[in-house]
Antibody
């Protein structure tokens, strides 16, 4: 069974960075694109970008370019999302979500990790 | 870049049918068939309910169906049940540097 398990909640100060991990199991990690999506409290979903776990190639939403870095460690089937220069409006639940189809970038997300709450507060 | 447009809320009684719309542009909803729908219960991660406009993943009830006309996609839930009460989000691939976009979400209330 496919599972994505994310790291625990984080509390950060404005200006700091946060790195969230997403460990995959139940499938070949390098065969599926991985996306990151965030959800601010009481708000909707916002796509942040993707990483190709095979090549390490990435694509970020314009809004996050320059502040987000997505990486992976294929030896432990784990994807990472690091967001820098945090602001209070970055407070959100951050999800990793696998693309649905093997070796194809369709931006259809299944399954999702359980989410990681990142709180930015002074 | 703007999100796809969904109604903020819809409601229906048990057994009834409801439809949630999702309006985009020719650069997203109208320009490809990679439209998907997600169900999210409070405090939970989203769950894929519809992909490729109208296909259901294994395990999703056939009470859920999807369609598209032009730049607007729709999710229909028939035979409403209490467990369907949740937030629903549409999503589409987009032909721009921001590759994917979500709708603002629709809160479904089962009366």
């Amino acid at each position: 069974q496919v599972h994505l398990v994310q790291s625990g909640a984080e509390v950060k100060k404005p200006g700091a960075s946060v790195k969230v991990s997403c460990k995959a199991s139940g499938y070949t990690f390098t065969d599926y694109y991985m996306h990151w999506v965030r959800q601010a409290p009481g708000q909707g979903l916002e796509w942040m970008g993707w990483i190709n776990p095979n090549s390490g190639g990435t694509n970020y939403a314009q809004k996050f370019q320059g502040r987000v870095t997505m990486t992976r460690d294929t030896s432990i089937s784990t994807a990472y999302m690091e967001l820098s220069r945090l602001r209070s409006d970055d407070t959100a639940v951050y999800y990793c979500a696998r693309d649905r189809i093997q070796l194809w970038l369709r931006t259809e997300f299944d399954p999702w990790g359980q989410g990681t709450l990142v709180t930015v507060s002074s | 870049q703007s999100a796809l447009t969904q109604p903020a809320s819809v409601s229906g009684s048990p057994g009834q049918s409801i439809t949630i719309s999702c309006t985009g542009t020719s650069s997203d909803v109208g320009g490809n068939n990679f439209v998907s729908w997600y169900q999210q219960h409070p405090g939970k991660a989203p769950k894929l309910m519809i992909y490729d406009v109208s296909n259901r993943p294994s395990g999703v009830s056939n009470r859920f169906s999807g369609s598209k006309s032009g730049n607007t996609a729709s999710l229909t839930i028939s035979g409403l049940q209490a467990e369907d009460e949740a937030d629903y989000y549409c999503s589409s691939k987009r032909s721009s540097s921001t590759l994917a976009v979500f709708g603002g979400g629709t809160k479904l209330t089962v009366l």
